[in-house]
């Protein structure tokens, strides 16, 4: 059966793109390359270039010294393929509506993603990774080192047993190493790092990175997070202390030693992403490309490390939907290298950004807005608030929904009954910890999210 949908795919993928008259190929001559870098679970202050001291991500931290970064950057849901399927419609999942690991992208929707668009008009495309939408469409790449599903961080090569991250990285230069001269490139890399290596025969380290980074965070102390405190645990409902956050976080942070053990394994597959970030900006120097190739740097969503005795992601808290994002454009000029926006920018706004940059128009149905008049430091009319939405099913994770403004947070368990929810003034309260919803002084405010949550909600479709 997956062959035949796989088929199925390629053929409608074929019509819909490749045949293309060459006028349009002619027109993209001299748009700039784009590499797009996606990392799974990497939450937004895990660089140095947040302010993480001890984490070490000299590349990416270059990356935002010659670009700009986002410093208020979500995802509208956090889990994997949804959020994926996000960022390459440019659409929030109430209208794109995949929530599931098999659901495949009609032709419809697959013709109007930044690949399939940037291929009509003319670019050579590449794609390594977890693609991550149900089959991938490997007819629509010039270059397929696509995975299925989560992958394996150990893979054979020549009789050879190599770390993927590092497979990915030669991915990458072989893909540049190709790149003609008279087509510009679209190069998309989807890490498997840092996401855990989900299987019961890994449960002793999930975090499985290349056991010769052993001694990096050897000799440092990464400190809990304030909000793994047990009092935070405490005041959860039931339905939350049994969830599966706290099953994954049962065999990842139960203790000390462990909670040492696991996040330094987290942050080694984060500097292993970095070090291939350096190999990919030192190939494109060689090959003379670096001055006109934007790179974007975004993970698909962030990951709690032990807030509220949780482990995994799906709900609206700060270290679950905040995600790094960086735009390096080489043709910006130095006044604007190395600047931060703090407007709030989305996941769906990465299909549109990359096309505009490649002087194409985002598609009609696309809900996100282009990242790049903020990068060239205008100041065009922004969001001020976001809709958050997580309905995979799955027994022990919660439906939720939920709002973010600038000032404050609102999170809607919608299957409870009654309905459980969540407010946080982020001015007073950045970390979180208060739960404001059952205050009576904050009747009001919470009268407005739920009227504003209403009002988003629908605006998604």
Same mark, same amino acid.
């Given at each position: 059966m997956r062959n035949i949908l796989r088929i199925t795919l390629a053929v409608a993928v074929c019509l819909a793109v490749n045949l293309r008259p060459a006028a349009v190929f002619a027109q993209a001559k001299g748009r700039p390359n784009l590499i797009f870098l996606l990392t799974d679970d990497q939450r937004a202050d895990t660089l140095g270039a947040t302010g993480n001291r001890i984490i070490r991500t000299p590349h990416i931290d270059g990356l935002a010294r010659r670009g700009v970064m986002f410093s208020n950057a979500f995802v509208t849901t956090a889990i994997c393929m949804t959020s994926r399927a996000s960022i390459l419609t440019g659409q929030y999942a109430a209208r794109h509506g995949d929530w599931d690991f098999s659901r495949s992208f009609t032709a419809e929707q697959l013709a109007a993603t930044y690949p399939a668009l940037l291929k009509q008009a003319g670019y050579r495309l590449g794609f390594i990774g977890k693609w991550g939408v149900g089959t991938a469409p490997t007819a629509l790449f010039d270059y397929d080192r696509t995975f299925e599903g989560q992958g394996g961080y150990f893979v054979k090569r020549d009789g050879q047993t190599i770390h993927l991250t590092r497979l990915m990285g030669d991915q990458a230069v072989e893909f540049l190493s190709g790149a003609p001269q008279d087509q510009p490139f679209c190069l998309s890399i989807s890490f498997k790092a840092p996401h855990e290596q989900d299987s019961e025969s890994v449960i002793q380290q999930p975090f499985l990175f290349d056991p010769a980074h052993a001694s990096w965070y050897a000799d440092v102390t990464i400190p809990p997070p304030k909000l793994a405190a047990p009092e935070y645990f405490e005041r959860l409902p039931d339905f939350l202390k049994n969830s599966e956050n706290r099953a994954r976080w049962a065999a990842r942070y139960w203790g000390p030693a462990r909670y040492q053990e696991c996040v330094k394994g987290y942050y080694r597959l984060i500097s292993e992403v970095d070090d291939e970030v350096g190999r990919i900006v030192a190939e494109l120097e060689k090959r003379k490309?670096?001055?006109?190739?934007?790179?974007?740097?975004?993970?698909?969503?962030?990951?709690?490390?032990?807030?509220?005795?949780?482990?995994?992601?799906?709900?609206?808290?700060?270290?679950?939907?905040?995600?790094?994002?960086?735009?390096?454009?080489?043709?910006?000029?130095?006044?604007?290298?190395?600047?931060?926006?703090?407007?709030?920018?989305?996941?769906?706004?990465?299909?549109?950004?990359?096309?505009?940059?490649?002087?194409?128009?985002?598609?009609?149905?696309?809900?996100?807005?282009? +990242?790049?008049?903020?990068?060239?430091?205008?100041?065009?009319?922004?969001?001020?608030?976001?809709?958050?939405?997580?309905?995979?099913?799955?027994?022990?994770?919660?439906?939720? =929904?939920? +709002?973010?403004?600038?000032?404050?947070?609102?999170?809607?368990?919608?299957?409870?009954?009654?309905?459980? =929810?969540? +407010?946080?003034?982020?001015a007073a309260d950045p970390l979180e910890e208060h739960n404001l919803a059952k205050e009576p002084a904050s009747a009001a405010t919470l009268a407005e999210m739920r009227t504003k949550w209403a009002q988003l909600r629908e605006q998604s479709k």
């Open positions: 490309l670096a001055d006109n190739t934007v790179i974007v740097y975004t993970s698909d969503h962030g990951a709690y490390l032990g807030e509220y005795g949780f482990s995994g992601k799906w709900y609206a808290h700060e270290v679950s939907i905040r995600v790094p994002m960086i735009v390096c454009d080489p043709r910006l000029p130095d006044a604007r290298r190395g600047t931060r926006r703090s407007e709030m920018a989305l996941n769906i706004d990465l299909a549109p950004t990359l096309l505009e940059l490649a002087g194409l128009p985002a598609p009609p149905r696309a809900q996100g807005q282009s +990242l790049v008049p903020l990068v060239e430091g205008r100041q065009p009319a922004w969001r001020h608030e976001f809709f958050y939405e997580h309905h995979f099913k799955h027994p022990r994770i919660p439906d939720n =929904e939920g +709002l973010r403004t600038e000032r404050w947070k609102y999170l809607r368990f919608v299957d409870q009954q009654p309905v459980y =929810e969540e +407010l946080y003034d982020l």
